[in-house]
């Protein structure tokens, strides 16, 4: 069980780039969530997805897409990326309104 | 607005020390509290608590919350310097269709030897 990836680990855009930050989860767990982390601000929610075929908009969406691609996979796009946006993402998962399990994080620069 | 407030933001402490850690919370819809464990990658989970008064306990953690005043506390007794890390605190409501985690911002504990 790797429990929640996450892909890349670390990633360099320059302003205007698009990227793709990727997350699965093997566990089985119907929801799945895309936070942002950034210095003095807590986790934020960005995303989630209650279910395969759902989303929804967390407290801070804007600049940002999800595709749930299937119950296993989450991906979070970068249209068009800001210096603002330069942050530790998280991706989360959850079974039932409970614990939530996070992976390892991706830090994102953007100059 | 939904939020949840930790204090202190920073704790130093030396082994051995017994710690307190408080988290109060307004939350629509308030379903549960819940404490992570962040080191240096991802929250880990510590506790999940959904009734007033009653202790979560293990090991050397234990949790408890008061729903009439809406606050948890996280204490941690005997710590070692494994203990030091940023310690959040999240309130689960009922939003969305499943709960969704509003997160304070975290107390960052260093403890020294």
């Known amino acids: 069980n790797a429990g929640v990836t996450q892909t890349p680990k670390f990633q360099v855009l320059k302003t205007g780039q698009s990227m793709t930050l990727q997350c699965a989860q093997d566990?089985?767990?119907?929801?799945m969530y895309w936070y942002r982390q950034d210095p003095g601000m807590g986790l934020r929610l960005i995303y989630y997805?209650?279910?395969?075929?759902?989303?929804d908009k967390g407290e801070v969406p804007n600049g940002y897409n999800v595709s749930r691609l299937n119950k296993r996979e989450f991906s979070l796009r970068l249209e068009s990326a800001a210096p603002s946006q330069t942050s530790v993402y998280f991706c989360?998962?959850?079974?039932?309104?409970?614990?939530?399990?996070f992976g390892p994080g991706t830090r994102l620069t953007v100059l | 607005e939904d939020k949840v407030v930790q204090s202190p933001l920073s704790l130093v402490v030396h082994e051995g020390d017994t710690v307190t850690l408080n988290c109060s919370y307004e939350v629509t819809n308030f379903r549960s509290l819940l404490w992570y464990k962040q080191e240096k990658k991802a929250p880990t989970f510590l506790f999940m608590l959904?009734?007033?008064?009653i202790e979560k306990k293990s090991g050397r953690l234990s949790s408890i919350l008061d729903k009439k005043e809406l606050f948890s506390i996280l204490n941690i007794t005997a710590t070692q310097t494994g203990d030091s890390a940023v310690y959040l605190c999240?309130?689960?409501?009922?939003?969305?269709?499943?709960?969704?985690?509003?997160f304070g911002k975290g107390t960052k504990l260093s403890v020294k030897p």
């Open positions: 959904t009734s007033s008064g």
């Open positions: 997805s209650a279910s395969e075929g759902t989303t």
């Open positions: 989360a998962s959850s079974l039932l309104p409970i614990e939530q399990f």
């Open positions: 999240a309130g689960m409501n009922y939003g969305g269709s499943q709960g969704n985690l509003i």
């Open positions: 566990m089985n767990h119907n929801s």
